[in-house]
């Protein structure tokens, strides 16, 4: 009796031990298809790493970016991995909040393309392992352009996109001339829209950290891109993300999108898209200089600095998981080449099989290497990025041009309005953050 009492306690100590050691991962990420993805693989993860359980907390973009930035500024430690930007990734390291990526011997860092790698980095140290990179590129249908006898240009302006757009709008057939991001936000409507000044000449602020917003190149893209969505774009437009337009171009309803590389893959799929086999793609528009004409992106998974050391460890295996070389190959085992992750390995591109099955590669590769952070505009400028600015500022900022943009596509006020409204909020939010300093 005695024998199989001492035998039962050992067994319940052994699971008690068992459950002490058990880590669950709250993951807070953002609502695409390359996440939805990773949740499909993660019982492959949980497989290996059986003492280690994930949960997801699925989100918008706008949300994921207001609940993460809550939960990090508050302490909350609702979330073990954060999916977060080249935005938040050097801003949120240089104030101590998140925790250096040290992945494991075989991860191989090296490996990571340099401009992302270096854009999720603060001081040469990696603060979020990129799950995938991306550029701007533009997306359009080539038995469209055929039909109406057009061509398009290796390198195209915005002014020639406009003539193409009018000559490709169909309604009658469902087919609006061009889809562009029209959602408000500084990750939305304003990622687009900062290169689209670029491209004009234009910046964000001078050398004196002025906001430039009432200048030429400001009223000329902005204009360009209001008259283009009320014009020929859909007419949701402004309640249209990257996830909106992909969904209208995959069921063969925009003629030409431009917006983030990751997209090609999808709008290239049979599985999901009507329209696979007759897209092409090329850089995004220019205009009077290819300065900062396309954007530089990459979502990352990053550990907050202040959970504990056993579910920094869980959090660095998944992230090493999760972004590892041997991913990119799972997805592209599951679901296709074409799928697999991008933008972020030189490996990826170096393959064969993805070459063959991502016509796009080309072309997003060489966005994502010459788009330059650090020399993003035609005049010089105090600032690094490309479609944002990287100060904390700027988040309030480009969610305010957002709206005023916004508006002036409903038709409820005027460009020259929207402009000098955002001129305003933008000169306010500066001088409230002490600039210049």
Same mark, same amino acid.
């Given at each position: 009796?005695?024998?199989?009492?001492?035998?039962?306690?050992?067994?319940?100590?052994?699971?008690?031990?068992?459950?002490?050691?058990?880590?669950?991962?709250?993951?807070?990420?953002?609502?695409?298809?390359?996440?939805?993805?990773?949740?499909?693989?993660?019982?492959?993860?949980?497989?290996?790493?059986?003492?280690?359980?994930?949960?997801? &907390?699925?989100?918008?973009?706008?949300?994921?970016?207001?609940?993460?930035?809550?939960?990090?500024?508050?302490?909350?430690?609702?979330?073990?991995?954060?999916?977060?930007?080249?935005?938040?990734?050097?801003?949120?390291a240089r104030r101590g909040w998140l925790r250096p990526i040290r992945p494991d011997a075989d991860y191989d860092e090296a490996d990571l393309l340099a401009p992302v790698r270096e854009g999720l980095s603060y001081r040469g140290v990696l603060y979020a392992a990129p799950f995938y990179g991306e550029s701007s590129i533009l997306m359009y249908r080539k038995d469209l352009l055929r039909r109406a006898g057009r061509t398009m240009p290796a390198q195209p302006t915005w002014s020639q996109i406009a003539r193409l757009a009018a000559r490709l709008n169909d309604p009658a057939r469902g087919v609006h001339g061009i889809c562009l991001r029209?959602?408000?936000?500084?990750?939305?409507?304003?990622?687009?829209?900062?290169?689209?000044?670029?491209?004009?000449?234009? *910046?964000?602020?001078?050398?004196?950290?002025?906001? *430039?917003?009432?200048?030429?190149?400001?009223?000329?893209? &902005?204009?360009?891109?209001?008259?283009?969505?009320?014009?020929?774009?859909?007419?949701?437009?402004?309640?249209?993300?990257?996830?909106?337009?992909?969904?209208?171009?995959?069921?063969?309803?925009?003629?030409?999108?431009?917006?983030?590389?990751?997209?090609?893959?999808?709008?290239?799929?049979?599985?999901?898209?009507?329209?696979?086999?007759?897209?092409?793609?090329?850089?995004?528009?220019?205009?009077?200089?290819?300065?900062?004409?396309?954007?530089?992106?990459?979502?990352?998974?990053?550990?907050?600095?202040?959970?504990?050391?056993?579910?920094?460890?869980?959090?660095?295996?998944?992230?090493?998981?999760?972004?590892?070389?041997?991913?990119? *190959?799972?997805?592209?085992?599951?679901?296709?080449?074409?799928?697999?992750?991008?933008?972020?390995?030189?490996?990826?591109?170096?393959?064969?099989?993805?070459?063959?099955?991502?016509?796009?590669?080309?072309?997003?590769?060489?966005?994502?290497?010459?788009?330059?952070?650090?020399?993003?505009?035609?005049?010089?400028?105090?600032?690094?990025?490309?479609?944002?600015?990287?100060?904390?500022?700027?988040?309030?900022?480009?969610?305010?041009?957002?709206?005023?943009?916004?508006?002036?596509?409903?038709?409820?006020?005027?460009?020259?309005?929207?402009?000098?409204?955002?001129?305003?909020?933008?000169?306010?939010?500066?001088?409230?953050?002490?600039?210049?300093?």
């Amino acid at each position: 009796m005695r024998a199989r009492w001492i035998a039962m306690a050992s067994l319940c100590f052994l699971a008690l031990s068992a459950h002490a050691r058990a880590t669950s991962l709250v993951v807070a990420t953002v609502d695409n298809a390359q996440m939805r993805q990773m949740q499909r693989l993660t019982p492959v993860f949980e497989k290996a790493h059986p003492g280690i359980t994930v949960r997801w &907390v699925t989100l918008s973009e706008g949300a994921l970016r207001r609940d993460v930035t809550s939960d990090i500024q508050t302490q909350g430690q609702q979330f073990d991995v954060l999916t977060i930007g080249m935005y938040e990734a050097p801003l949120w390291a240089r104030r101590g909040w998140l925790r250096p990526i040290r992945p494991d011997a075989d991860y191989d860092e090296a490996d990571l393309l340099a401009p992302v790698r270096e854009g999720l980095s603060y001081r040469g140290v990696l603060y979020a392992a990129p799950f995938y990179g991306e550029s701007s590129i533009l997306m359009y249908r080539k038995d469209l352009l055929r039909r109406a006898g057009r061509t398009m240009p290796a390198q195209p302006t915005w002014s020639q996109i406009a003539r193409l757009a009018a000559r490709l709008n169909d309604p009658a057939r469902g087919v609006h001339g061009i889809c562009l991001r029209g959602k408000p936000g500084w990750g939305e409507n304003v990622a687009l829209i900062s290169t689209m000044v670029n491209a004009f000449g234009g *910046q964000w602020f001078d050398l004196n950290w002025q906001p *430039q917003l009432l200048s030429k190149p400001w009223t000329q893209a &902005v204009g360009l891109y209001v008259d283009l969505l009320r014009k020929y774009g859909p007419p949701d437009a402004v309640d249209r993300n990257f996830n909106g337009n992909l969904a209208l171009f995959e069921q063969g309803h925009c003629a030409m999108w431009v917006d983030a590389s990751v997209g090609a893959g999808f709008v290239s799929d049979p599985k999901h898209s009507k329209v696979a086999g007759e897209v092409g793609f090329s850089p995004a528009p220019v205009e009077v200089t290819t300065k900062g004409s396309h954007w530089l992106w990459a979502w990352g998974l990053a550990i907050p600095a202040d959970i504990s050391a056993a579910q920094a460890a869980a959090a660095q295996a998944f992230i090493d998981w999760a972004t590892s070389r041997g991913y990119v *190959q799972l997805v592209a085992q599951r679901f296709g080449w074409e799928l697999a992750p991008s933008g972020t390995r030189e490996s990826t591109y170096a393959n064969p099989r993805f070459e063959a099955a991502a016509p796009w590669a080309t072309v997003e590769l060489r966005a994502i290497q010459s788009a330059d952070p650090g020399d993003a505009t035609l005049p010089a400028s105090p600032y690094t990025g490309v479609q944002f600015v990287e100060i904390p500022e700027f988040r309030s900022i480009g969610d305010t041009v957002g709206r005023q943009v916004a508006l002036a596509v409903r038709g409820r006020i005027s460009v020259a309005q929207a402009l000098a409204a955002a001129q305003s909020a933008a000169q306010r939010e500066m001088l409230l953050g002490g600039y210049p300093r």
